[in-house]
């Protein structure tokens, strides 16, 4: 606790510093996440010190906690008591007790193959304390799930990708696990499967997860054991064993799956992962690559030598975007352009919660 | 608050600096050049019925009232008042309980009522695209022919519209298993102050760059006008059944919402009525509540037959075991209906018992169930005022309806130090002043106790983002400084206000 609080001072000392000197920072947890956005050279500020739960009440499902605890740490107590992070943030890099921080897990905004049917890391944030430009240390939200006092800063901060301030501790809603699960797979073309998960999406059946690769489509199902059931029969498919399928979505999610690990050989022949959020009924992209589909068709990984401006104008037309995920950057950076009157939101934001420039610069666009 | 009255002190806010307002002759003869005659109302007979929305007991009159029917008329109306330097108030079905959609005596209503259109639903992809004055039940009526539905449900949900529901970030009965507003609308379309054209949010399940959609949702007109929203549809579930359970005390109900949220149970809905209330309401509709309960608990399953009977089941344990003293499980819908007619009508029960009431919305979190609701007790004996409580007791979201009569003076002023009361109460106990009504002209002094300056300044820095010359919607939601100031109150959390028995106003 002191500890904390000591680690905290020292932070705000820091920022005081920094935007006194106007020196930039580069704020880090793991680092598990430093190959996302736009490269930096910066002061790094670590919020590894901020380190524990502060307070967590399983039957208010919500758990506060600071920064720099590692995902991992968190999901070990929440799963003593049944409960979970619904939205399954990747854990990436290979030391599991360093696999990323509640932090950088909020700042970066990754949700895994859940979030199409759970939501994703800002719909689970209820509040937070943030060290803004200024060194003030500002409390928004709470740890209530209903909230409407003041602008909802707290969300704001989910994929900011800390631009905006230090995040120091968050509030997060949690949710049970669900009783029972179940994973069946199929044969299907892309096209197939986008057309079944979408049917699938409007019928109400407990489906928790989808993925499409090669020709193979996963379902996921969680819930009610009588509902999983029924809906597993509805479905059809070939039941996947318990174990194997926890395993390729724990996979999936952590991006250690075998798409992945192809993707990442493949970088060096100079091609790109992308990843693509577009509507769910889009059909299969005109693109060249390698696809895997995720989010009942919302989600579309796509490892590519396919040019950038190629790319995002497929993504745009289809009235989605696209952000260079791994991979050699483009110059304008790695998120879709923004419309000229978003730009100009964007800029005054930033200089709103820190008007000398000092977090993470050009971290999310080069002009920010 | 349903108590007519003039223009009251306590909403009036008072800018740090005050604005030179340009004459009410040259911003009405330039919104002639952008709105058609029947578009444009300025005289005090028209511009009358939009003195105030919900909450009645704050009036004024805007200096004009513009509705516009184009997108095209939206944008040129804002640019004209930007031009000028007027602010504009952006208003819905006017249904808003905390004075957000209020007028400003120098400003521009901006009534969207004729945005009523229902422009796509994607039966597909799950979505629906609406115009911002579309209603909250219209969407879900649209939907319903492909089994789908909006499931964000306010009480007012057969008039509020969906811009207002984004303004607010509504919520309703359901939202602790289907979210809030937030979580239900995929994208937004609209205007800034400066009448620039901005989308925000998307198709997708995200969109490049901050999440502006997560701010402006909530952010009570204060940020953009929208004029068009595009929301998830979400499968009507087949089955719906309800448990009432009663309590003989107060601790044991709370106990009990505590135990199904523990047993890994996400209730579609779980409401609580304390005593005072179960008799207003039975005496109204009649649906058999036990009129000896200290408080009833309205817990509802919803989902697949299957989930629907093992839920049922496991909640049906859990209540048991917490020592419910009844116990009913609604047979078919027409029981469920009966089950909920009584919660659905607190507000126009608690007419009927008294002349006049005000109702709160500060949110706790639920293990504090019992704590406020004693606190509130004694409250009642301290103010001299009967108070009568619904509680969505799912999400910690707390309406005590205080009751008194708005003819004497001296009752509505014990009434506002009785909400104010109940308001910090709630932030020293770990919550927060408004859970779904927002914060409007109504809730302004509780901010202050809420936030602390710095806080504040940063708020006020974040809508100046969006609207540097805070033109729209200005004076609600924020409270300056030297409201704050006046309002004489040390800044708290968690811990105890200075001299709780001091009377502050």
Not at chain 1, 108 to 132: E, H, I, K, W
């Amino acid at each position: 606790m002191q500890d904390a609080d000591a680690a905290l001072d020292r932070i705000v000392q820091q920022v005081r510093e920094a935007a006194h000197a106007r020196t930039a920072l580069q704020i880090c947890g793991h680092g598990t996440k430093a190959f996302y956005g736009n490269a930096q050279e910066a002061t790094p500020l670590s919020t590894e010190d901020l380190r524990g739960i502060t307070a967590y009440e399983p039957s208010e499902l919500v758990v506060s906690v600071r920064a720099g605890t590692p995902v991992h740490e968190l999901e070990s107590v929440l799963a003593q008591q049944g409960q979970w992070l619904a939205f399954e943030p990747p854990r990436l890099g290979s030391a599991p007790d360093r696999s990323g921080t509640v932090g950088g897990m909020v700042a970066s905004a990754l949700s895994g193959p859940g979030r199409a049917q759970a939501g994703s890391v800002r719909d689970f944030v209820l509040g937070c304390t943030v060290v803004n430009g200024r060194a003030q240390v500002l409390h928004f939200g709470g740890q209530v799930m209903k909230n409407v006092a003041g602008y909802d800063v707290s969300r704001l901060m989910a994929g900011s990708l800390g631009i905006l301030g230090v995040l120091s501790e968050v509030s997060l809603k949690v949710l049970p696990h669900p009783v029972a699960t179940a994973t069946v797979r199929m044969s299907a073309s892309q096209a197939e499967a986008l057309e079944r998960m979408n049917a699938w999406g409007g019928q109400p059946w407990p489906i928790s997860a989808t993925a499409w690769w090669e020709g193979t489509l996963v379902v996921r199902l969680s819930g009610a054991q009588a509902a999983v059931q029924d809906a597993q029969e509805r479905l059809g498919g070939e039941a996947v064993d318990a174990q194997l399928a926890q395993a390729f979505w724990q996979g999936l999610r952590d991006h250690r799956d075998e798409y992945f690990v192809a993707a990442q050989a493949r970088l060096s022949q100079g091609e790109r992962l992308w990843r693509l959020s577009v509507p769910s009924t889009c059909l299969p992209l005109d693109l060249p690559g390698d696809t895997l589909i995720e989010w009942g068709g919302a989600q579309r990984w796509l490892c590519t030598d396919a040019p950038v401006q190629r790319v995002r104008e497929v993504a745009q037309s289809a009235g989605g975007h696209a952000c260079v995920f791994r991979g050699d950057p483009p110059a304008d950076g790695v998120f879709a352009p923004l419309p000229a009157a978003l730009q100009k939101i964007h800029r005054q934001l930033k200089a709103a919660f820190d008007p000398e420039g000092i977090f993470n610069p050009g971290r999310l666009y080069p002009d920010l | 608050m349903n108590a007519p009255q003039e223009w009251h002190a306590a909403a009036a806010q008072v800018p740090d600096s005050a604005p030179a307002w340009p004459p009410a002759s040259e911003v009405i003869s330039a919104l002639k050049t952008v709105l058609p005659a029947h578009a444009l109302l300025w005289s005090h007979e028209d511009t009358t019925p939009y003195e105030c929305d919900g909450l009645t007991a704050y009036r004024q009159r805007p200096l004009a009232v513009a509705l516009p029917e184009s997108e095209s008329q939206v944008e040129a109306v804002l640019k004209v008042c930007h031009r000028l330097g007027v602010p504009v108030v952006a208003r819905g079905a006017g249904t808003g309980l905390s004075g957000g959609a209020m007028p400003h005596a120098h400003g521009v209503t901006l009534s969207l009522a004729k945005f009523n259109r229902i422009i796509d639903i994607d039966p597909v992809g799950r979505t629906a695209t609406v115009q911002c004055g579309v209603r909250n039940l219209a969407i879900s009526e649209a939907a319903a022919p492909w089994g789908l539905y909006y499931a964000p449900d306010p009480s007012s949900q057969i008039a509020c519209t969906i811009g207002g529901n984004v303004a607010e970030n509504s919520g309703g009965v359901h939202c602790l298993k289907y979210g809030l507003t937030l979580h239900n609308v995929l994208s937004v379309r609209g205007f800034t102050a400066e009448g620039e054209p901005l989308q925000l949010g998307g198709r997708s399940l995200d969109a490049a760059g901050l999440d502006l959609l997560s701010v402006v949702v909530g952010s009570e007109g204060m940020l953009a006008v929208v004029t068009e929203v595009c929301v998830k549809l979400i499968p009507k579930p087949p089955v719906a059944r309800c448990i009432m359970a009663s309590f003989d005390d107060i601790r044991m109900a709370g106990n009990a919402v505590a135990a199904i949220i523990a047993a890994g149970i996400i209730p579609a809905g779980l409401e609580m009525m304390d005593k005072p209330m179960i008799a207003a309401v039975e005496d109204f509709v009649h649906a058999g509540y036990d009129l000896n309960a200290q408080a009833i608990l309205l817990c509802e399953s919803d989902g697949t037959p299957q989930e629907v009977t093992e839920e049922i089941w496991r909640m049906q344990e859990v209540l048991t075991a917490q020592g419910c003293t009844r116990l009913e499980i609604s047979k078919d819908e027409a029981q469920r209906l009966k089950f909920w007619s009584g919660r659905k009508n607190a507000f126009p029960a608690s007419g009927r018992i008294s002349p006049d009431y005000m109702c709160m919305d500060s949110t706790i979190p639920r293990k504090r169930l019992a704590d406020i609701l004693l606190a509130i007790a004694q409250m009642e004996e301290r103010y001299g005022l009967r108070c009568a409580n619904v509680f969505h007791a799912g999400d910690g979201n707390l309406h005590p309806l205080i009751l008194f009569d708005a003819n004497d003076p001296d009752q509505l002023r014990r009434c506002e130090l009785f909400g104010a009361d109940i308001l910090e109460t709630s932030v020293q106990m770990g919550g927060t002043v408004t859970g779904e009504h927002g914060v409007g002209v109504e809730k302004l002094n509780s901010m202050c106790v809420q936030f602390s300056p710095e806080e504040r300044e940063q708020m006020m820095a974040l809508k100046a983002a969006f609207d540097p010359k805070r033109l729209l919607n200005p004076g609600k939601v924020v409270p300056t400084l030297q409201r704050c100031a006046e309002y004489g109150k040390m800044h708290v959390r968690g811990g105890l206000l200075p001299h709780p028995q001091l009377p502050r106003f």
